[in-house]
């Protein structure tokens, strides 16, 4: 890769080549030379998807650091939440503090298993919009809503509504 890009030669860098570059555990160094390489790029949102779901912090780092402006969608944070990384969701807090922590994140967040401080978890909840969260039996396995309302409980003025068994028809 090194070979091909000291020479020179102008080509066009594939969206497809900057995700695997993202996305790969091993390929911080080829994702730094092809940054390197077009720092005008235009990044996706898959880019983003991609190092923040399965790339490195170091990857998003840059990629952040280059691109300050991107726009960090519920996708993102889906991704980063999804991996059980705590730190890429960090990362992506930090340097956007206006994101929305949507319950389909916080979902996502506690089905990664993800050990989060008491510090992550305070500033997660503290993005989280709407501290409702309901249960339905039917569809949610309970261990996930169990966890869930752990973690909406280091949020003051926490309301939980579960409905009872009784309300609930089995389906059949």
Not at 95 to 112: A, F, I, Q
Request: charged share 25%; glycine share 4%.
């Amino acid at each position: 890769m090194r070979l091909l890009l000291d020479r020179n030669l102008d080509f066009v860098i594939a969206e497809s080549a900057l995700i695997a570059a993202a996305s790969s555990p091993i390929a911080t160094e080829i994702f730094k030379l092809l940054m390197n390489r077009r720092p005008d790029m235009v990044v996706t949102e898959a880019v983003l998807i991609a190092a923040a779901g399965k790339g490195s912090s170091e990857r998003l780092e840059l990629l952040l650091d280059r691109h300050p402006d991107l726009v960090v969608t519920e996708a993102v944070l889906i991704a980063a939440a999804g991996k059980g990384s705590p730190e890429r969701l960090e990362l992506l807090l930090d340097r956007h503090p206006d994101v929305v922590v949507t319950e389909t994140v916080l979902r996502k967040l506690v089905e990664s298993g993800a050990h989060l401080e008491t510090k992550t978890l305070q500033r997660i909840m503290d993005k989280y919009p709407e501290p409702t969260i309901g249960e339905d039996p039917w569809t949610t396995p309970s261990y996930l809503v169990t966890r869930m309302k752990l973690l909406l409980l280091a949020r003051r003025y926490l309301i939980i509504e579960t409905p009872s068994t009784e309300t609930c028809i089995p389906p059949h």
